[in-house]
């Protein structure tokens, strides 16, 4: 098969690099968890659309179910492409990402996406795709004999290209079948990264029994607790998400934050975030590392006694602690945990940083000091990750 190792990633002096077809209305989470889960890990990832080039956006759409007989679509992040189509040679990448969306109806019939991922097939090097995103290889003919998976209306269209269609139990896994993942969508991303790692030659150690708790509440920032519980999940870490006021299945609203030319963010509805955990049961010895990520939970959390005598327990037991943007909120509020510390923040943080003690690294994404982290917000997530399974020990090797 066509994955890449570290022998021949240093003989071409490269590191691993994936293509990624973008365009308007792709799906949120199918488009950010892969790229900046990758980069974390050191991966190029080149994001493209045909007639659009390096800096223009794609506009994005979240697809999740709000009690409705079909999934509603609500405008999401805005998203930056990085390379330009016209300048795409297959043969320089590892492997092809094609997120779900709407945008996947139009591009099924642009000869050059086509020819771009015949390519890939007939090399056998790893295509990822999501939710209605495997009409395109439909459309390539690449389907024919294949098992596959995807958003259940795709069922009768995999069958007519001579596919194999396979329901998706449990959402959360993909299917596998030679150098082809499907998934249902964005539920199953652990899967799809820690089966597109291992397709790609990535060895992944030092995750042995770590585990994470994300503490979250209703306007949590959408991308601040998604992208590194999806890719903490696809390294093998147990993550567990939890809320003082809900419980294990119930969700939480999230908020999705996006400079859109204003003095400060735009605020949207997000994507549901489904708990894993309860927060009754959580015992600080059973983990080894907090996260908090931002958006407007921290200004929830922080009036919650429980929550921030929480937090200092973990920072009190000498675990990672670690904050996305308005997070910090949270770290300010358990006494001397930012005192004397180098932190990370935007804007909105900067003055309880400072009066909490911190120190502002001004030029930074994402600071790690001894076990604390800090990031500004969600572009850093590429770096905070990368900080962060860095303090868990874990290394990834291509």
């Known amino acids: 098969m066509g994955s890449i190792d570290a022998d021949t990633a240093a003989a071409v002096g490269r590191k691993p690099a994936v293509l990624m077809i973008c365009g308007d209305y792709m799906e949120d989470y199918e488009v950010i968890v892969p790229f900046q889960a990758l980069q974390a890990l050191g991966v190029r990832v080149d994001c493209v659309s045909p007639n659009k080039y390096s800096g223009d956006k794609c506009l994005t ?25 016209t300048d795409v040679i297959p043969e320089s990448y ?76 449990p959402m959360t896994s993909c299917a596998l079948d030679g150098n082809i993942i ?15 790692l291992r397709l ?11 585990a994470v708790l994300f503490l979250c509440g209703d306007y949590v920032e959408d991308h601040e607790i998604n992208v590194p519980f999806q890719a903490l ?14 419980k294990k299945g119930e969700k939480c609203v999230t908020a999705i934050h996006d400079p859109e030319g204003a003095q400060v963010c735009s605020e949207k509805q997000g994507h549901n975030f489904i708990l894993n955990a309860n927060f009754s049961d959580v015992r600080v010895e059973d983990y080894d590392c ?14 919650d006694d429980k929550v921030v005598s929480l937090v200092k327990e973990f920072g009190e037991k000498n675990k990672i602690v670690s904050g996305t943007g308005n997070g910090k909120w949270l770290l300010a509020a358990a006494a001397g945990l930012l005192e004397g510390k180098n932190c990370a923040s935007g804007n909105s943080m900067k003055a309880i ?19 604390l982290l800090t990031a500004t917000g969600w572009p850093a997530l590429p770096t905070f990750i990368s900080e962060l399974i860095n303090l868990l020990g874990i290394s990834v090797v291509f």
């Open 290 to 303: 907090l996260v908090i990520p931002g958006g407007r939970s921290p200004e929830f959390l922080v009036m």
């Open 233 to 246: 999940g696809g390294l093998g870490c147990r993550v567990d998400a939890v809320s003082p006021t809900k």
């Open 182 to 196: 499907s998934a249902i969508g964005w539920p199953a991303h652990a899967d799809y990264l820690s089966i597109l």
């Open 353 to 371: 940083v400072k009066v909490a003690g911190g120190k502002l690294v001004e030029s930074a994404e994402a600071v790690a000091h001894e076990k």
């Open 61 to 85: 759409a979240v697809h999740d179910y709000m009690g409705y007989e079909l999934y509603t679509e609500l405008p999401g992040h805005s998203f930056t492409l990085n390379a330009n189509f």
């Open 200 to 210: 790609m030659g990535a060895k992944v150690s030092g995750n042995q029994n770590k």
């Open 94 to 169: 590892d492997a092809l990402i094609i997120p779900g969306g709407r945008f996947t109806e139009l591009l099924s019939i642009d000869d050059k996406v086509l020819d771009i991922a015949s390519k890939f097939a007939e090399t056998g090097k790893p295509i990822a795709t999501t939710c209605h995103s495997q009409l395109i290889l439909v459309s390539a003919g690449i389907m024919k004999g294949k098992k596959c998976t995807g958003f259940p209306s795709l069922k009768p269209v995999i069958k007519l290209a001579g596919g194999f269609w396979l329901d998706p139990e």
